[in-house]
């Protein structure tokens, strides 16, 4: 006999693992791994989803439930897949299902619909009045919906149709549906041959419809409308006649639009670029896999040898991930692989429907697509023979997952492409230093582009000491230097990027008579002040409440408005530029959908003159009339208490900087800033990362921090603080327990138990330990002992393993 090994939809952390269920006789040669079923789970054989992991002959299987039904017709993972499930398991403290919920997209999902019908053999004349009512309505209807037959009767609670399903004349039956249904359109095909369409007595329309078919073949209904101007009717009489048939075909919801093949143009490439390509062509196909850093300035042209690389793969039959790290730039690169590859590109990111995700989803699957384009969520792209993922601005933090699982996208490319014995390719102007850190040592091969492309040369960047100009009259956010380039460029119909990582109007608002601050009441955060809505709002949960014009604590009428974000900064270039056409691109005005991809197609477009941003506009985008930069704050996050605010600091000057001068016009940069005698803002207005690097190792060895070390910062949260607090006592008294007497082997360094840095969000109180350890198995055996717990009330524990803030 046959069982099936089998995880549960929605299990809990505690309940999570693979529970054997035996397989019925005819569902033996049916089911795979990889499948979906659906089975009976818990003491009252809840009817749950689940997958199949894998499937096993046994001799004995006394005492197991046997599986209801499967889902699929072919398993929906694959072998990868299964073993990428297990891993993330092991690796990021997930269950089952959060690993699977990442690797497939949400619409091709199984949801249990609880339907109700009338037991037939029930005698519903013993029923109550109001009982004999519902089984009226439910027998006229065939079957219902749970939820819609209590909205259809406006009943207040579930009390009488759980009376009636427990007195049996009711039958409550979960039915398993797809959360996005395939996108189909409705296909006609000839069935009269031609000689028998001679012999027809049809009309003059239907005759346009049979001659369009017996040249074009099976064809929409749509498009035989639209070509031959019939109605539906004259479709609907030819298929009653039966001369025609119709059948649904199954459409994809693509997001874009490109040619079936695209058109592959030469790329030709400088000796350097040669260099690192040929180099690179030695490590595709590598047993084991191999994992190299393109390391090269902004400008150098990493892109082109990106489009070689792609080409010799797809000619040896192989397919392709590219990853960007933000959705701003998928459509640029889209366009430019779109262009290349035609239909064969597949798009994955978060601005795109449920049904488009799935569709492309499928393309990849089935081998339509061979080149998967997107952020984070791409990497999980199903390619069956995958050759090389390039993951490009690699030291970007939103490669790494914030919610479980908590993942980082390196990590899962380098499983993917030793299983493949594919070719990680890493490519930055400003490496994460642990990535460059293992290219120094062998463990990456490095590869460097250390001159721009073409013509384009590195921009002219100077620093202006705000403190001077405060000093000197002006306390404004553009600096007068800063104001004088923007008006040489729109003078001469160019175009500047000006970057203030802060969005909002005013970073806080307070009272100077009494102290008040305005805070969130569900967060440790004081509330930021939005001018165009003219309410303070919180960036943490979302709370907002109009601006009070006096102190609410004393009743005073000189509250203050302090800090600035790129809503004032836009007012000051209104003002300061009346006729410019500015751009605001940040979290609040790019809400909707495709609104960036948008905004930046009319930017390139020449519609606007200034466009200023947050971090999204500083890394990879390319405007070759752009010969401003201009820098608004450039210390905000230089200190931060984050370990990692130097390098993050140094990253973010360095690629801004970079988007000036890229075409044949050269480019300046203006980094404004109060502290202009810093060393990281020298060393990025040099643009020298190398002398950089050479310092902050320095400092990171010292201290032990990655990659010294490997961080895990253990995580609580609760409603109520006493919970929260004593839940992190708990553990941390057994994580010395367990070091002193099991785990001795296994050396880390505490820090904590504390609060976290932002103590409260959305009215849970937050605690955490943080960790620096080397996180093996022994760690990872160790530290799943010591959260074994037991929880009080609504207490969330979580683990995350080498975080991109430690905040």
């Known amino acids: 006999m046959k069982i099936a090994k089998v995880v549960i939809d929605g299990a809990t952390s505690q309940f999570d693992k693979q529970y054997s269920y035996l397989l019925p006789h005819a569902l033996t040669d049916i089911c795979q791994a990889g499948m979906r079923v659906l089975v009976p789970f818990g003491r009252s054989n809840l009817k749950k989803q689940g997958f199949v992991m894998e499937t096993q002959e046994v001799d004995n299987a006394d005492g197991l439930k046997s599986v209801i039904s499967i889902f699929d017709k072919s398993p929906i993972l694959n072998d990868e897949m299964i073993k990428l499930c297990n891993w993330m398991r092991n690796q990021t403290f997930c269950t089952y299902f959060d690993a699977i919920h990442s690797i497939i997209p949400a619409g091709i999902g199984m949801k249990l619909v609880e339907t109700l019908s009338v037991n037939k053999d029930y005698p519903i004349d013993t029923l109550l009045e109001n009982e004999k009512a519902v089984c009226i309505y439910v027998k006229a209807k065939g079957s219902i919906k749970y939820d819609n037959l209590i909205k259809s009767l406006n009943l207040s609670d579930d009390t009488l149709i759980s009376s009636l399903v427990d007195k049996g004349a009711l039958i409550r039956e979960n039915d398993a549906v797809q959360k996005i249904g395939d996108a189909t359109m409705k296909v006609a095909h000839l069935e009269a041959s031609i000689d028998e369409l001679g012999s027809l007595s049809i009309t003059a329309k239907q005759s346009l419809v049979t001659d369009y078919l017996s040249g074009a073949g099976d064809t929409s209904v749509k498009e035989i409308m639209y070509y031959t101007g019939v109605s539906p009717s004259v479709i609907e009489t030819l298929c009653k006649n039966r001369i025609i048939s119709l059948y649904e075909k199954e459409v994809f919801r693509l997001p874009h639009s490109f040619s079936e093949n695209g058109e592959r143009n030469d790329v030709n490439l400088t000796n350097s670029q040669q260099k690192a390509f040929c180099e690179l062509k030695e490590k595709l196909g590598k047993e084991g896999g191999a994992c190299s850093l393109l390391y090269g300035v902004t400008g150098s042209g990493k892109t082109q040898v990106f489009l070689k690389l792609v080409d010799t793969v797809i000619d040896s039959g192989k397919g392709v991930i590219i990853m960007v790290p933000e959705i701003s730039l998928t459509p640029q690169t889209l366009s430019l692989f779109g262009k290349r590859y035609g239909k064969r590109v597949a798009v994955f990111h978060s601005a795109m429907s449920q049904g488009q995700r799935m569709d492309e989803w499928k393309r990849v699957k089935n081998g339509q697509a061979v080149v998967a384009i997107g952020t984070r969520s791409a990497v999980f792209a199903p390619i069956k023979n995958l050759g090389l993922i390039v993951i490009d601005e690699e030291q970007e933090h939103t490669y790494k997952s914030e919610s479980s699982p908590r993942f980082h996208a390196r990590n899962i490319a380098k499983f993917r492409v030793n299983y493949h014995n594919a070719l990680l390719l890493l490519a930055s102007a400003t490496p994460s230093m642990e990535s460059y850190y293992n290219a120094l040592n062998g463990k990456y091969s490095l590869h460097k582009l250390t001159e721009r492309f073409g013509n384009a040369q590195l921009p002219d ?104 974000g790129t809503q004032k900064v836009e007012d000051e270039l209104n003002m300061l530029f009346p006729k410019a056409r500015v751009l605001r691109l940040d979290a609040d005005s790019t809400m909707s959908r495709d609104s960036f991809s948008s905004y930046l197609g009319r930017f390139s477009n020449g519609e606007y003159d200034i466009m200023l941003g947050t971090q999204m506009v500083a890394k990879g985008l390319n405007f070759p009339n752009v010969t401003l930069v201009g820098v608004i704050g450039a210390d905000q996050a230089m200190f931060s208490e984050d370990y990692r605010s130097y390098e993050r600091t140094f990253s973010l000057l360095t690629q801004v900087v970079g988007r000036a001068g890229r075409g044949d016009f050269e480019g300046k940069a203006i980094i404004q800033t109060t502290s202009p005698d810093s060393n990281i803002i020298h060393l990025a207005v040099r643009q020298d990362y190398d002398a950089f690097y050479s310092d902050e190792i320095l400092t990171r060895k010292m201290m032990v921090y990655p990659p010294f070390c ?98």
């Open 710 to 807: 490997d961080i895990a910062v253990l995580s609580v949260s609760s409603t109520v603080r006493e919970v929260a607090l004593d839940t992190i006592n708990k553990i941390f008294d057994n994580i010395k327990e367990l070091i002193e007497n099991e785990f001795t082997d296994v050396k880390l360094h505490i820090l904590g138990p504390s609060a976290a840095s932002v103590p409260k969000i959305n009215l849970r109180y937050r605690f955490r330990i943080i960790i620096k350890c080397r996180f093996n198995a022994r760690f990872r055996e160790m530290i799943k002992k010591a959260m074994n717990i037991k929880r009080k009330g609504d207490v969330s524990l979580n683990i995350d393993v080498n975080p991109e803030s430690v905040i």
């Open 461 to 564: 960047v100077s620093t202006v000491d705000m403190k001077s100009e405060i000093f000197s009259g002006n306390s404004g956010c553009i600096s007068r230097r800063l104001a004088d380039e923007i008006d040489i460029v729109l003078n001469n119909k160019k175009q500047a990027i000006l970057l203030l990582n802060r969005r909002g109007y005013n970073t806080y608002i307070s009272c100077p008579v009494c102290g008040y601050v305005a805070t969130c009441p569900n967060c440790s955060i004081s509330l930021t002040y939005h001018n165009a809505n003219k309410r303070m709002m919180c960036h943490y949960c979302g709370y907002s409440e109009p601006v009070s014009k006096k102190c609410p604590e004393c009743s005073s009428d000189h509250l203050r408005f302090y800090g600035m």
